[in-house]
């Protein structure tokens, strides 16, 4: 029974919710079923359910009663196993029994007092068993139910948010501590480093700081290093030796600053925090990081700690983010709230190094771009900021330009003046609709920047990265990835650059859903009936949220294949450049190509007559309407450009490449014409048959071709050859089937969500349920193949 329940029939395998993995098939089940993982966790739940049950939640209680009184207390009602309080305050306690009965015993009292107050005992809240919950310490759960009880109380969402700064942010005593730390690190580095300076950055520092956060430190050695080369010369000259630097135990007699790499110095930093700063463990250096770091714990304090070097632009980051917050105090509380919602549905927060989830600096950089697009602006741009900077406040690091004023009086109020309650609401609203894919955040210019000034030459994309700095500094373009957000300051630093698709898409779809909540009665209006409202709902972690409600996969069958800028080959990436906004058109079209190649040429259907005489033609045909003169450059006309528009299907014809773009006049008027043509591209329709079990024991046919062929292993999908080859000895041996006739609509969305293209499938008849195998199989196998063909230069010229 428990069996069924955790196990899901999905179009292809299965998935266990139990385990959260997917199983590709039967016997793979059989064995995931009997494996330690799966065994262990129903053991596991089994026992947590009996804890819920056997166990009841009070509250009302003296801050200072102790486990053993509530103990004492609740043995009337049967034997007590356990009491888990919550002890920074000693407000809740879970107390369990040893039966379910003696819960109802204790249920069924109507008053329970101790010390002279009364006590509230209700049953456990029923949570479902979710493996990220494992290890989750209950601690932070019975924080965020504290947390929830405050919120409910409060009358309207604006407190609610109030309330969420006041629970999580640093108190003085915190921040004491915090100063005292690096009060003591400066004195002891000190010794070794003269000169040197610790600076804290980071959530310690920049007003969206949480109790728990760590303390991000940079070591200052320039003034070491001056101190250093001093020496030096006076050493040389025999004059004023410098006692620190010359005598035996100095640390500066064994590394020379100006040389040593950051690593080397960093270990020294290493070992100085082992062996001299009281209540240091735990000392570790990560050397690959994209900035070598120590990481260091202190015992006594209960806080973790990173060092680095070369680090003056993120401790300049910090003050913009500490300006922003000071110029509107909307900002704080919409961060607060924005970084726990992330955290709750698994989208920020990375539990060590660069993960694929967002990391906080970059998801406050997100709020901070929404409020530069409200209307009106709550923040302004960063370009706005510079000019409102003073001569004195101008600042260059690193040849970057990082200019802004020093104190928020110096910005003129917002005129917006929207409630938190509305901002909350519109921050979902703006990021549903984002086409993260095609887009790139820019807060220094306070605008998306279009992908295509990102996909040109290496040279130029730099040059538009950095448009806006007087001083650009030459070195490489931004990392392209599905979420692309430059760094305020280093202009070709994305840092959303380790977010994964998945990330990118689940955060899109939580947005959506916030959305969508936030439309709601629950969201805006106190609950009469106690219920939870505002924010406790948004906060709900996914399997709190309630279900999902289900898309009927059944009847849509529908393949996706996502804009991917990182995949594509540098001509493809010129000639998309130069379309502008049109190059979701002519990437529209290069795709049908690759699709109609994957279908004909690779599975090896074949077009019917419509197909090979109309349909592919419309997106052509617009253009041909639209304008005479479609020359993309001197060799290329849009038609090479445009879907297999005209020809036959699946015929080839050589798209000649462009050697990159031009900035001529002529080629911005051509460019504005495609822009006309291939913004709005018609959908695509096409229709197949197939006439053999292409998808059947395929991986075996590529596995025995693999073995008697030089080529070397790649992943299914990943070779064009290979994946004809495996069709051709399908269709050569294996028995033919009556002819399976499907249509197919391609039609590229973007702009207002992601871009992409959507392929839907429409079989004639499938009374057997084959198509349905058929699609199953398309559906990872065509993204995979379409990407391959896409990303190759050589495959990008073969395909019109
Ligand atoms: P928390 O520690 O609570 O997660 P944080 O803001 O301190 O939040 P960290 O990851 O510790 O985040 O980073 C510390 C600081 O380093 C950031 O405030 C920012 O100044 C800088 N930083 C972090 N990640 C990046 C990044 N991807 N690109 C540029 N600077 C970054
Ligand atoms: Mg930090």
Redesign the pocket.
């Known amino acids: 029974m428990e069996l069924d329940k955790d196990i899901q029939t999905k179009q292809r395998g299965f998935h266990c919710n139990l385990c959260n993995v997917n199983i590709p098939n039967k016997p793979s089940l059989e064995d995931h079923v009997k494996g330690k993982k799966h065994q262990h966790l129903l053991r596991l739940r089994a026992q947590r359910k009996a804890q819920e049950e056997n166990s009841v939640f009070v509250s009302g209680f003296k801050p200072d009663t102790s486990q053993t009184d509530l103990k004492e207390y609740f043995t009337q009602f049967g034997p007590v196993v356990d009491v888990i309080m919550d002890k920074d305050k000693g407000v809740y306690a879970i107390v369990e029994f040893s039966e379910p009965k003696n819960v109802q015993t204790a249920l069924e009292q109507l008053q329970h007092q101790l010390n002279g107050l009364q006590l509230r005992v209700k049953p456990r809240e029923r949570k479902d068993f979710k493996l990220s919950s494992r290890g989750k310490p209950q601690n932070t759960q019975i924080s965020l139910d504290k947390l929830n009880h405050q919120l409910c109380k409060a009358t309207s969402v604006n407190e609610q948010m109030e309330k969420v700064v006041e629970f999580f942010e640093l108190n003085d005593h915190e921040k004491k501590v915090r100063d005292l730390l690096v009060q003591l690190l400066q004195e002891v580095f000190t010794e070794f480093f003269p000169d040197c300076q610790i600076l804290p950055?980071?959530?310690s520092v920049?007003t969206f700081?949480?109790h728990s956060?760590?303390l991000?430190l940079f070591l200052e050695l320039e003034n070491t290093k001056a101190f250093q080369a001093r020496a030096k010369t006076t050493g040389l000259t025999g004059e004023n030796q410098s006692e620190d630097c010359q005598s035996e135990d100095s640390i500066l007699s064994d590394i020379d600053l100006s040389t040593a790499t950051p690593v080397e110095i960093l270990e020294l930093v290493a070992a100085i925090l082992r062996k001299c700063v009281p209540g240091v463990h735990k000392v570790q250096t990560l050397s690959t990081a994209r900035l070598p770091v120590v990481k260091f714990s202190h015992r006594e304090l209960n806080l973790q700690g990173d060092i680095t070097i070369n680090n003056r632009l993120?401790v300049r980051?910090?003050r913009f983010l500490q300006l922003c917050s000071g110029i509107d105090s909307r900002l704080r509380p919409l961060v607060y709230a924005i970084r726990l919602w992330a955290k709750q549905k698994q989208l920020a927060g990375n539990l060590s190094g660069p993960g694929p989830l967002l990391?906080?600096?970059?998801l406050t950089l997100l709020v901070i771009f929404y409020l530069q697009n409200r209307d009106p602006l709550v923040l302004p741009t960063v370009n706005q900021l510079k000019d409102m900077a003073c001569e004195e406040e101008e600042c260059v690091i690193e040849e970057r330009d990082c200019t802004f004023p020093s104190q928020p009086f110096s910005v003129p109020p917002s005129k917006n003046t929207e409630d938190l309650c509305t901002l909350l609401f519109g921050f979902f609203t703006f990021y549903s609709q984002f086409d993260f894919p095609a887009s790139v955040v820019s807060l220094r210019d306070g605008r998306v920047l279009p992908i295509t000034d990102f996909l040109r030459s290496d040279e130029e994309a730099v040059n538009a990265a950095e448009a806006s700095s007087p001083k650009p500094k030459r070195s490489s373009a931004p990392k392209l990835g599905p979420m692309n957000v430059l760094?305020p300051f280093?202009q070709n630093?994305n840092?959303a650059g380790n977010l994964n698709e998945r990330t990118q898409k689940n955060f899109k779809r939580e947005c959506c859903d916030a959305e969508k909540y936030c439309r709601s009665l629950q969201y805006q209006r106190k609950s009469a009936k106690g219920k939870s409202w505002g924010l406790v709902r948004l906060f709900a972690p996914p399997s709190e949220a309630g279900p999902r409600p289900k898309v009927e996969t059944e009847k849509i069958m529908e393949v996706g294949i996502s804009f991917k800028a990182a995949i594509l080959p540098e001509p493809l990436r010129a000639q998309l450049a130069l379309a502008g906004k049109g190059f979701r058109g002519l990437w529209f079209a290069k795709v049908c190509s690759a699709v109609q190649m994957v279908f004909q040429d690779i599975l090896k259907c074949s077009p019917s007559e419509e197909t090979r005489t109309a349909d592919l033609s419309q997106s052509l045909d617009k253009a041909n309407r639209d304008g005479n003169e479609m020359e993309v450059n001197n060799n290329q006309s849009l038609e090479d450009a445009a879907p297999q528009a005209k020809s036959e299907a699946g015929k080839k014809r050589p798209l000649i490449m462009e050697e990159g773009p031009s900035t001529s006049t002529a080629t911005q008027a051509k460019r504005q014409k495609l822009d006309v043509d291939m913004e709005h591209p018609e959908p695509v329709h096409w229709t197949w048959t197939q006439r053999n079990c292409v998808w059947a024991g395929r991986r075996k046919v590529r596995r025995d071709l693999l073995k008697t062929s030089d080529e070397t292993s790649k992943p299914e999908g990943g070779c064009v050859d290979i994946e004809s080859r495996v069709t051709q000895s399908i269709v050569e041996n294996e028995e033919k089937i009556p002819g399976l006739l499907f249509k197919v609509d391609a039609e590229v969305v973007g702009g207002n969500e992601n871009t992409m293209v959507v392929l839907r499938f429409h079989p004639s008849h499938d009374t057997a349920g084959i198509f349905q195998d058929f699609f199953h199989f398309l559906e990872s196998f065509l993204p995979k193949m379409a990407e391959t063909i896409l990303g190759r230069a050589e495959d990008v010229t073969e395909m019109s």
């Open positions: 950055f980071g959530s920049n700081g949480i956060c760590d991000d993120a980051n910090t990391n906080n600096y970059a760094d280093e630093h840092v």
